[in-house]
């Protein structure tokens, strides 16, 4: 089975596309992003420490960032995901806290992604705290 990190550095190359049909929140003929973890995992390393970005408003900064007027919501979850995944796994493996993606910047108590997490929320809890974010 695949590390985290290598699901991160497996990923496949992000796609625009106009969408066939309204879906999740999106409309037909809408230019979609469809992100990857690499462009999920870059964008949450530039948030400056102290800042949050909710999901939403990281999906449409990417959109506006690739030419798109909209974000995928589900493949931004799951990418979120493994971005998340891959820097506790980091942590765990003796990576200093300052090297790692600070995903933390990113969730909250109301981020659907959260439930998947396979990690005890209290050092996402805890990381918030240390920069001032609420939770």
């Not at 190359?13 to 870059?42: R, Y």
């Not at 798109?68 to 990576?95: H, K, Q, S």
């Amino acid at each position: 089975m695949k590390s985290w990190k290598e699901k991160l550095e497996d990923s496949k190359p992000h796609q625009v596309k106009t969408l066939n049909k309204s879906m999740v929140g999106m409309k037909a003929g809408q230019v979609m992003l469809i992100a990857s973890p690499v462009i999920v995992d870059e964008f949450i390393r530039n948030i400056p420490e102290g800042t949050a970005v909710g999901v939403k408003e990281m999906r449409t900064a990417l959109a506006h960032q690739y030419d798109a007027e909209v974000t995928c919501p589900i493949t931004t979850g799951i990418f979120l995901r493994i971005v998340a995944e891959a820097a506790y796994e980091a942590y765990e493996n003796d990576e200093p806290i300052d090297k790692i993606t600070p995903f933390w910047r990113v969730f909250d108590a109301k981020t659907t992604t959260l439930k998947k997490l396979s990690f005890d929320h209290e050092f996402l809890w805890n990381q918030r705290n240390r920069e001032g974010l609420p939770i």
